[in-house]
């Protein structure tokens, strides 16, 4: 089974060390996190969407099944 992005974004568990870094250097690595999450969910989006439309075949397969298999690696 292939882990894709996001299922590997939600996994990330932050340690106090890893949040005192953050800390240390002016961010907030758990906002950071969470935006990352935000943006894997809104390319998963916007990828359904394109494929929606985007033809299938002919001189188009190719890109439509670069399309999909992003897809499967955001999940």
Known sequence: MT???SQTVSAIT???T????GYNA???LEGLIGVLQDHVTEVHILLNQIL???PSTGADATNYTTL???LTTVG
């Open 14 to 16: 932050l340690t106090q």
């Open 3 to 5: 882990t894709s992005v």
């Open 68 to 70: 999909q298999g992003l």
């Open 52 to 54: 929606a439309i985007h």
């Open 26 to 28: 002016g961010t907030n």
């Open 18 to 21: 890893a949040m005192q870094a």
